[in-house]
């Protein structure tokens, strides 16, 4: 399999990954400084919902991230600002109690992610990008790329909480263009889940490892605003049957009546909140900010169930006609505008069948952006899991109430995506970009 960051072997290789560095370092920079610049001072140290931080404070978490990894550890240069690891330290300050605390202000947020950024050039410009492990390949630089991104889409999902005027735009959506409905069988047998070359996939995503899948049906698209409303319309928020017991408590407590955003107006027409314009529900678009047991309770409904993560996996990744694992659905190579909905090109998810060339090679489609996908599985590590290069990462959340999502969003970022990446939130979240597919198990004497 190809991987996307190859070690370098020469000054070649050295310039082109310390170019390919530099381009996805300034690309989340640009989108961070997007985030953050449409709105004034006020609107930036304001918490617009408890369950995220002030938009000010991942602006400077992001540079101090930056700063204790690659210029301290890798560049081995003196702190830029010691002073602020602790205060931007994720770990120690809940996100709801981050307003109390005596943040940098804008100004000062955005002086210092640029100082800390002038010197990482240097370092890049100095690293031989190999010698251990941390900068092997590049490492430490695809990690902090990765990890700004990853902020970006969480400042993303704080703008579609705020309210006020839009302040961010985007392209218009693609409408479908090859239908993408019904199931797709996925044969029994095994496939390599994982990975151990990609030299930028993070702690979760190894070691690469065999996996036995039974065989399944899953559908080839994601559950539509068209089909959700069918649930929603035959009352199945009203139904306790439909819900588990933890679902039908938390749907009760949280007064869940649809998904988040949505709304119906006195006519009975149902519209959406996208990023502070409220538009007319669109029936081809995947589903999206529903939380785990909203997805689970359609499935029951629908007289089906989530995939496992090894079923998404599979049918993301396995090529029957070579027995390998894809990087992407579609092959080894990067997504491009053709192939999947990313990087915040739309704000919000494209009609299902508008990337036919981004299909599995089972015929299953949008399995990556667009929409996170939940699926059944807790968030586990793999056999022979290891660390790295910290523990809060990954390990920290093994075993807790979290439940894994698959394939990336609108709002990801492709050097944070790929068909091995994995995410995990609780099963009441819903402010991520969160939809879901269904899956089932074969009937006796179905074909596999």
Known sequence: MTTQYPAPTDSSGSEQLRDRIADVLTRARQRTLTLTGCIDEAELVAQHSRLMSPLVWDLAHIGNQEELWLVRDVGSREPVRADLDELYDAFKHARANR????????????????????????????????????????????????????????????????????????????????????EIVIPAGEFTMGTSTDAWALDNERPAHRVSVPGFAIDAAPVTNEQYLAFVDDGGYDRPELWSVRGWAHRTEAGLVAPQFWERDPAGHWWRRVFGVMAPLRPHQPVVHVCWFEAEAYANWAGKRLPTEAEWEKAARFDPATGASRRFPWGDTDPEVRTANLGQRHLEPAEVGAYPAGASPAGVHQLIGDVWEWTASSFEPYPGFRAFPYKEYSEVFFGGDYRVLRGGSFGTDPVACRGTFRNWDHPIRRQIFAGFRLARDLRPGEAE
């Open 99 to 182: 307003p109390q605390l005596p943040l940098l202000d804008p100004t000062q947020a955005r002086d210092y992610a640029a100082v800390v950024r002038e010197k990482v050039w240097d370092v890049l410009e100095c690293s031989e990008l190999q010698g251990r492990p941390l900068i092997d390949g590049g490492f430490a630089f695809g990690m902090i790329a990765q990890h700004e991104q990853q902020h970006d889409e969480t400042m993303l999902a704080t703008h579609q909480l705020r309210t006020g005027a839009a302040v961010l735009s985007g392209a218009a959506v693609p409408t479908a263009s090859v239908p993408a409905a019904g």
